[in-house]
């Protein structure tokens, strides 16, 4: 069972639709990270978010950490293909990182 | 170039046979961690390492030895390579805590047949 369930597992949409991946748990975690990783590569940090109820942007990309600190999204507006790939969630509940078993994204042009 | 490197990027071997994943980071780095990387299961945590001689075992650690001479070296080894070893390793390094942003290498992705 993984700490953090991440969903949809896939998401294929086309090139400027909007898109929602979600990361929930059903503990309290310190902070949640989002990661991208693109085919052939390791994953790379995209944000951090560590207030309940915080939102960062990163572009065109919106992240909202849950009030509870229980949950997180990720929220791409007009997507480009430049976008695709796996899309992980990380926490911390206790001392060690956590991962979400991730949501690949696919983007067509 | 600075960064962290993983080798060989691919690696095929025979099942039983012992194999080593090298992983080389010049940030110098406290932490540094080693992954697989499976379809459904995520990123799993197999071994950290804190400092050089300081290691401590992961969520799936069984089957798996490393080792941690230098800051900057942090070995994977397998002693008897099974088909279920059959992943994508990734190794990461962290210049902050067991929190913290972890930056990974570009992974190798390893065979047992």
């Known amino acids: 069972t993984q700490l953090l369930e991440q969903s949809p597992q896939f998401l294929s949409i086309q090139e400027g639709e909007n898109l929602t991946v979600y990361c929930n748990s059903s503990?309290?975690?310190?902070?949640l990270q989002w990661y991208r990783q693109e085919p052939g590569e390791g994953p790379v940090l995209l944000v951090t978010?560590?207030?309940?109820?915080e939102v960062k942007k990163l572009k065109r990309l919106t992240f909202q950490f849950g009030d509870a600190r229980k949950d997180s999204s990720l929220h791409i507006t007009a997507a480009q293909p430049g976008d695709t790939g796996l899309y992980l969630c990380?926490?911390?509940?206790?001392?060690?990182?956590?991962f979400g078993a991730g949501t690949t994204v696919t983007v067509r042009a | 170039d600075a960064g962290i490197t993983q080798s060989p990027r691919y690696k095929i071997t025979e099942t039983g046979r012992q194999v080593t994943l090298m992983c080389h980071q010049t940030?110098?780095?406290?932490?540094m961690f080693w992954y697989r990387q499976d379809l459904g299961h995520g990123l799993r945590l197999i071994y950290y390492?804190?400092?050089?001689?300081?290691?401590d075992k992961g969520e799936v650690p069984d089957g798996y030895v490393v080792s941690r001479s230098k800051t900057e070296n942090f070995p994977l080894t397998l002693e008897s390579a099974t088909r279920s070893q059959t992943s994508v390793y990734f190794c990461?390094?962290?210049?902050?805590?067991?929190?913290?942003?972890?930056?990974f290498g570009p992974g190798t992705r390893l065979t047992v047949t």
């Open positions: 503990s309290v975690f310190s902070s």
């Open positions: 990461a390094s962290s210049g902050g805590d067991l929190r913290g942003e972890q930056y």
């Open positions: 940030w110098s780095h406290s932490y």
């Open positions: 990380a926490g911390v509940p206790d001392y060690k990182l956590s």
């Open positions: 390492s804190a400092a050089a001689d300081i290691t």
């Open positions: 978010v560590v207030t309940g109820g």
